[in-house]
């Protein structure tokens, strides 16, 4: 299950790496992450894995819908406007 993964087990996730820092560093950086990821989510359960995912993005999603109710509420026709393509717009922020 944790097959060539042992780092992620052993050793803590560092800081990282300086924007000025080689490709080598940040891609060893980036593989220490990921194989990270894995091995905390194979040992999860479905519960604690939703729960972990929910966290991580619940932000974001945040932002995104802020911003797609402020672009809504902002969304008014234009005198001499087709109102098709109106409706059409206001539509894709709903769906």
Do not use: W
């Not at 950086?29 to 929910?54: C, P, R």
């Not at 672009?71 to 206001?90: D, N, P, Q, R, Y």
Request: proline share 2%.
């Amino acid at each position: 299950m944790y097959k060539k993964k042992e780092c992620a087990l052993d050793e803590a996730l560092s800081e990282a790496p300086p924007s000025n820092a080689t490709t080598t560093v940040k891609d060893e950086y980036e593989k220490h992450i990921n194989e990270s990821n894995e091995v905390n989510f194979e040992t999860l359960g479905a519960i604690d894995m939703a729960n972990q995912l929910k966290e991580m993005f619940q932000e974001q999603a945040r932002q995104e819908r802020s911003d797609t109710i402020k672009s809504f509420m902002g969304c008014k026709v234009h005198e001499g406007a087709i109102t098709s393509v109106h409706v059409l717009k206001t539509k894709s922020y709903i769906g």
